[in-house]
């Protein structure tokens, strides 16, 4: 049998990386869940909470500390969700998603927030087609802020933002296209 | 040029290779060269040390084949052949560990029963009733009846796509009995999870439950306009071995 010379060695050493590589990259993305874009990821999400197809408001790209989570504003019939999709080095995966909540259409505007990590995210629907912005007042300590949103995603909004001290939500506004403040929701904290 | 011994020849030779990690495995071969031709000598009637030095000798000019043996042996190439077995090695483990191991791991814990511990009284086998939702397959496997009056009932989920992560799936049932009460607002259950190898187990504990009067279980899900329903036909149990 004729004997391999090194360079012909190293090339099938190269070989055998080569398919030890693709054989993590592809057993990596079967086993751990990984999708090759974002969107397919957000389907994926929402299927496996048997929730959706919701129709896409907006979509919030690259926000958080590491520019690599994607949200979904999204209205599926008589619910509302904000799901998220996060991107590392395999590819989209499944994020958090921040529940599923009912759209109370005798109230103006149905909303939820949460907070994670040192995040907190303010979101909802307004049922009211009058509302143009919305508005929302947070206390953080002694500390009272206000962030507002001049134009909707059609009848969503959505706030993003760092907060260290413990946030809470304390008031909802929405005014139509004038500025003129129409509903005022206290959240009871 | 002057007589050589077997090593100072070898020693020649080596002194023209830069990459000492080959000087070994050269040495050996010239060396088992050396050696055959050495064999023949004695066989032809020469002494050892005459056969040694004649061997060497026909070998040729130690520092010539030192050095073409060094442009063989170059050292980024043997530098990048011994990365490339380490590379190689270490990618073995890497994928042992974090892809065979695992797949294999499921593909064996696929079919291991999740069951209670406690005394059973009797039990039933669901025969897999299956329904999918999504992309997910949800299994009603069987039940089982201690006694302490707990009623345990066993059912499996799976993501269609094998091997993906995804949302837990939640065992949001509502249970009816053959009269259309409604356990949840009667006795009411609690849940656990275990998920054995990625397939996700989930055991319906039920306490006091009334194994007497109840007859049958209708477990209907409706969430999202998603719908499913199973039942579990208690006259169907067998006394426990």
Request: glycine content about 6%; some cysteine.
């Amino acid at each position: 049998m004729k004997k391999w010379s090194k360079k012909q060695k190293l090339i099938r050493n190269i070989i055998i990386i080569s398919l030890l590589a693709i054989g993590i990259y592809a057993g990596q993305i079967a086993l751990s869940g990984f999708y090759r874009d974002a969107d397919t990821a957000h389907a994926a999400s929402e299927m496996t909470l048997h929730y959706g197809p919701s129709e896409t408001r907006a979509v919030i790209a690259e926000v958080g500390d590491e520019k690599n989570t994607r949200y979904y504003l999204g209205v599926y019939d008589e619910w509302f969700c904000v799901d998220t999709v996060i991107k590392d080095w395999k590819g989209w995966r499944i994020g958090r998603n921040f529940g599923i909540h009912k759209i109370d259409y005798q109230k103006p505007l149905s909303y939820s927030w949460h907070i994670y990590d040192n995040e907190m995210v303010v979101y909802g629907v307004a049922s009211d087609s009058n509302i143009a912005a919305v508005e929302i007042s947070l206390r953080l300590g002694d500390q009272t802020i206000e962030l507002r949103q001049e134009e909707l995603f059609e009848d969503m909004f959505f706030f993003s933002q760092q907060v260290h001290a413990d946030p809470i939500l304390t008031e909802i506004r929405g005014y139509d296209r004038e500025g003129i403040m129409i509903c005022s929701l206290e959240t009871g904290y | 040029m002057p007589s050589l011994n077997r090593r100072s020849f070898l020693d020649q030779v080596c002194s023209q290779i830069k990459w000492k990690a080959a000087h070994r495995e050269i040495c050996a071969e010239l060396d088992a060269h050396i050696e055959d031709r050495m064999e023949r000598l004695e066989r032809l009637g020469r002494d050892k040390e005459e056969a040694e030095f004649e061997a060497v000798a026909a070998m040729g000019d130690p520092i010539q084949i030192g050095k073409e043996l060094n442009r063989y042996h170059k050292p980024y190439l043997s530098w990048l052949f011994h990365c490339s077995w380490v590379l190689i090695i270490f990618l073995i483990v890497f994928f042992i560990a974090t892809v065979l191991w695992p797949w294999g791991s499921r593909l064996y814990a696929q079919n291991q029963p999740v069951r209670t511990n406690e005394k059973v009284i009797w039990t039933l086998d669901a025969e897999e009733q299956t329904q999918q939702i999504d992309n997910r397959i949800v299994y009603l496997t069987g039940a089982d009846f201690t006694e302490s009056g707990i009623l345990y009932v066993y059912w499996k989920s799976e993501l269609l796509a094998p091997y993906q992560s995804g949302w837990s799936f939640a065992l949001n049932f509502d249970v009816y009995d053959q009269n259309g009460n409604n356990l949840l607002e009667s006795i009411g259950y609690q849940t656990q999870m275990a998920a054995v190898g990625g397939i996700e187990h989930y055991v319906m504990v039920f306490r006091d439950f009334d194994a007497e009067s109840i007859e049958k279980l209708t477990f209907i899900y409706d969430q999202y306009h998603r719908h499913m329903e199973f039942t579990l036909d208690l006259m169907q149990k067998e006394a426990a071995e």
